[in-house]
């Protein structure tokens, strides 16, 4: 079965998105394989030229990349300069009157916590492209507003809500997830699973942690460990660890396997069915 890949899997190979291979299978570009539900794709076809993103440029279009490809990088660099005078790259230059290389610019000046929060921004807006537009079927209908979930997928008569956080970092690099908790092991990463903000319900009870049954996934990008946007993990929100002093909330911090297991899946169809399935788990990842 080493021949047979999984989409994530092929996007990976392949260096594109996993939405982008989800198109050469619908175009019928790539050689398929379904085993549980699961749609697998020919390495062969990833790695040979059938998976060509190319096929839909014009001559002129092929042409000018290909002397791109021969010219310097002074000359390739003036062109890119020449082009961005005409060509926007996003409608924020526009909004904030300043060019992308500006705004950029600002962006490496902010503090730590600035570019935290902007890597939390990142994140979700490269799940929305990378996993949520793959998916056959599902959309996303999340209605604006404050809510526990950033997703809300719906097929058919079934929704399920995601809420998707960054893998947790500590001194620039992948926070470990015995510095969360002594009892959890140091054979993992960390995530960490509460509100940005803390605040008071009416009673009095603080409304930052999390609490069982307000998402049903909790998807967690791994780009910290990865350096790569494509790579999520996925898991049951109801198979969480609790917190000791309250079982109806989430633990503040959660281990985070450093690759796949029998609790997280980099498959979210397949954390979907293991949602649908109804099977009652509890993550490893203590001591």
């Not at 539900?37 to 076809?45: E, I, N, S, T």
């Not at 014009?58 to 660099?77: F, Q, T």
């Not at 600002?106 to 929060?117: E, N, P, Q, V």
């Not at 001194?171 to 699973?193: C, N």
Request: hydrophobic residues 40%; aromatic residues 8%; negative net charge.
């Amino acid at each position: 079965m080493k021949e047979w890949l999984s989409q994530a899997d092929a996007a990976r190979l392949r260096g594109v998105s996993r939405q982008a291979i989800s198109k050469l299978v619908n175009k019928g570009r790539l050689r398929t394989l379904t085993i549980g539900g699961h749609v697998l794709v020919h390495r062969d076809d990833v790695t040979g030229e059938l998976g060509s993103d190319e096929d839909s440029d014009s001559e002129e279009v092929l042409a000018i990349k290909r002397l791109l490809l021969e010219a310097s990088d002074a000359d390739r660099r003036s062109v890119f300069e020449w082009l961005m005078h005409d060509q926007r790259i996003h409608p924020l230059e526009l909004e904030f009157s300043a060019p992308a290389e500006v705004i950029l610019e600002a962006i490496s000046r902010s503090s730590d916590l600035t570019k935290r929060g902007l890597r939390g921004v990142i994140a979700e807006a490269m799940f929305a492209v990378e996993v949520v537009d793959g998916l056959d079927g599902w959309k996303d209908v999340a209605p604006e507003g404050d809510h526990p979930y950033d997703f809300l997928l719906e097929k058919d008569q079934s929704r399920v809500s995601i809420q998707l956080k960054m893998q947790r970092k500590k001194q620039h690099r992948p926070m470990i997830a015995s510095e969360g908790y002594r009892k959890l092991s140091d054979e993992f990463w960390v995530v960490e699973t509460q509100r940005t903000r803390g605040g008071k319900a009416a009673d009095g009870t603080n409304t930052r942690p999390y609490r069982f049954g307000e998402f049903d996934l909790l998807a967690v990008s791994l780009h910290p460990s990865t350096g790569n946007w494509q790579d999520y993990l996925y898991t049951v929100a109801d198979w969480l660890l609790p917190r000791d002093d309250e079982p109806s909330q989430l633990l503040k911090f959660q281990p985070v396997p450093k690759v796949a297991n029998e609790y997280w899946t980099d498959d979210i169809e397949c954390a979907i069915e293991w949602l649908q399935e109804g099977t009652k788990k509890v993550i490893s990842g203590l001591a």
